[in-house]
C-alpha cells in the first residue's frame, strides 16, 4: 500500500503491473499474446469495477475495452436458429445507449447495470423474444 513514509515499501497491491486501454482489435491481440508468453492473468475491464474484485488482477495484464462503442442495427439477421432484429455491440456500450438505439425502431432490449457485458462477453449472444445481441 501507499505510505507517506519515505522509508516505508510501496506495494502494487491488487493491481495489475500492466495496463492496456485498448482501441482496436490488433491492440487487444497483441495484449493477449504478451500475457500468453509473459505468464501473466489476463483481465478484461470494461467500466471499472466488479464486485467480486475480479476487475482488478493483480501482477497481471488489464485490457481496457470501454472505448468499443460501436453499435451496429442488423434488420434481419440469422444466427443460429434466431431470424430477426439484431444489434451488433462493443463492449463499451452502456445498456442506457442501446435502450435508446431499441426505442428508435419501437424495439425492446433486456439489460441491466453491469450485466450486458458480463453476459456477451461469457455466452455470446444474449436473446429476447424480440431481439438478439452477439458480441463484437
Partial sequence: MISDDPNGNCTLGGFPSYVVNATNVA?????????????LRLVIKNKGHD???????????SIYTNYFRDIRFISNAKIGHYSGPAF?????????????????????I????????HRLLHHGLLTTPRTMWEAT
Avoid: P
Avoid at 467480486?52 to 495484464?61: D, E, F, P, R, V
Fill in 88 to 108: 451488433k455491440v462493443g463492449t463499451g456500450v452502456e445498456v442506457g445507449t442501446l435502450y435508446k438505439e431499441a426505442d428508435k425502431r419501437n424495439l425492446a
Fill in 51 to 61: 464486485f467480486n474484485a475480479k476487475s482488478t488482477g493483480g501482477g497481471g495484464l
Fill in 27 to 39: 491492440q487487444i491481440q497483441l495484449a493477449v499474446n504478451f500475457a500468453r508468453n509473459a505468464n
Fill in 110 to 117: 433486456v439489460g441491466g447495470i453491469g450485466r450486458v457485458s
